[in-house]
């Protein structure tokens, strides 16, 4: 029986930058189509209190439904020529684009400091198979205040214009991965495993304005040849 899949993306009221989901939400679908993956965009809130960012932490009650949950951020555009990611890792293990050094970025609790790996979450492309959906399971044992309070954004980040709120997800993602001990492969690991790294699947980056991200994303896609 094949395994089911989900792809979702965040996009509260469907209100986010129209101009960049053109771009980038055809090839959602056609991913999700390739894979054989149900395109989910997380539309409306269910953690009223808490920043938007955090209601991608739907998934750990919405990914039950599935054998496997990708997640991609709605300014990320993907090469139609990206693999079935699902069939590239094991199912005990995450796989995320890249990590950040955590001590950067987070104030260390018990479950930083057991974890000894300083895994910093790159939260705007995820994938877990169903046994890792704590990775996504919403904070329980701190407030909203708490959290924000153990988050520090770096120089960059106040450079444009980018609040600690903001990265509540990478921050809950991270300590999730340290308090239950998850298997975690980055994207550039996975294709140096698979002698594919000069191969170039997404683009993303998320201190640009809108118009800076049109901008570059139009660039990639005819360096891509799509356009």
Known sequence: MPETKAIYTLNIGMNYAPEICALTYPLFREYAAKIGADFVIIDERQFLEWPIVYEKLQIHKRGRAYDWNIYFDSDCLIHPDLFDLTEAILKDTILQNSQDYAGNRFV????????????????????????????????????????????????????????????????????????????????????????????????????????????????????????
């Not at 120089?155 to 298997?183: Q, T």
């Open 108 to 227: 260390y609790d018990e479950y930083f400091r057991r974890d000894g790996r300083h895994i910093g979450a790159c939260n705007w492309f995820t994938v877990a198979s169903k046994w890792c959906l704590d990775l996504w399971k919403p904070l329980d044992d701190l407030t909203l205040e708490e959290a924000v309070k153990r988050i520090h954004i770096i120089s960059a980040e106040k450079k444009a214009g980018i609040e600690n709120e903001h990265l509540i997800d990478d921050f809950v993602l991270s300590r999730n991965i340290a308090r239950y001990g998850l298997k975690q492969q980055t994207f550039s690991q996975l294709l140096v495993a698979l002698n594919r790294q000069m191969d170039e699947y997404f683009w993303h980056t998320y201190t640009f304005t809108i118009e800076e991200k049109v901008k570059g994303m139009q660039e990639t896609l005819a360096r891509w040849g799509l356009i």
